[in-house]
T-cell receptor, first 114, second 115 residues
Framework: AQSVAQPEDQVNVAEGNPLTVKCTYS??????LFWYVQYPNRGLQFLLK??????LVKGSYGFEAEFNKSQTSFHLKKPSALVSDSALYFC????????????FGDGTTLTVKP | DAGVIQSPRHEVTEMGQEVTLRCKPI?????LFWYRQTMMRGLELLIY????????DSGMPEDRFSAKMPNASFSTLKIQPSEPRDSAVYFC?????????????FGNGTRLTVT
């Protein structure tokens, strides 16, 4: 069975500082990894994904994520945080099958203070 | 594209009443997922369909919950009878079947309150 862990319920950073939201995963075979963001009263929105290739993937709104196979991690990063980045962030792993069932972490609330 | 459309956005009902939540997936998507989000349990997968066929309903909490997908553009999640512990935000998501490297597209959810 596949699983995702987001060890931090909450991450606080000051505007302009770099941010990291952590994610580790467990899956058999090659992982398909995703990050989503959720703003209040909205559904989850896709940010970026890792399928294969470069370990550093770039996504929307200046976010990027680093895939580390040996540490089974897929941390979300941004060099300079904005107040508008404040939201709930989910890491997810998707089965490499036709059905493609997704498993989500518990989410991390990011708060960026001015 | 209008994205995944869910209705209603908010539903308030009394315990024991029947509730029906609706979802229209993105046109062309042939996988559909129903999720429930609560503070206590996070995001839970309830059931998913591929090409209108239910594939895995192991996440459906009880027999009070049922889901259908009569055609490629419409799905319902029904709770009968509803209970206060069913209060949550229910999301529908869609994607392409056979493309696990593609992301899920979520609707904006239905916030259900059962009093």
């Amino acid at each position: 069975a596949q699983s995702v862990a987001q060890p931090e319920d909450q991450v606080n950073v000051a505007e302009g500082n770099p941010l990291t939201v952590k994610c580790t995963y467990s899956v058999s075979g090659n992982p398909y990894l995703f990050w989503y963001v959720q703003y209040p009263n909205r559904g989850l929105q896709f940010l970026l994904k890792y399928i294969t290739g470069d370990n550093l993937v770039k996504g929307s709104y200046g976010f990027e994520a680093e895939f580390n196979k040996s540490q089974t991690s897929f941390h979300l990063k941004k060099p300079s945080a904005l107040v508008s980045d404040s939201a709930l962030y989910f890491c997810a792993v998707r089965e490499n099958t036709n059905a493609g069932k997704s498993t989500f972490g518990d989410g991390t609330t990011l708060t960026v203070k001015p | 594209d209008a994205g995944v459309i869910q209705s209603p956005r908010h539903e308030v009902t009394e315990m024991g009443q029947e509730v029906t939540l609706r979802c229209k997936p993105i046109s062309g998507h042939n996988s559909l997922f129903w999720y429930r989000q609560t503070m206590m349990r996070g995001l839970e997968l309830l059931i998913y369909f591929n090409n209108n066929v239910p594939i895995d309903d192991s996440g459906m909490p009880e027999d009070r919950f049922s889901a259908k997908m009569p055609n490629a553009s419409f799905s319902t999640l029904k709770i009968q009878p509803s209970e206060p512990r069913d209060s949550a935000v229910y999301f529908c998501a869609s994607s392409f079947f056979g493309q696990p490297n593609s992301p899920l597209h979520f609707g904006n959810g239905t916030r259900l309150t059962v009093t």
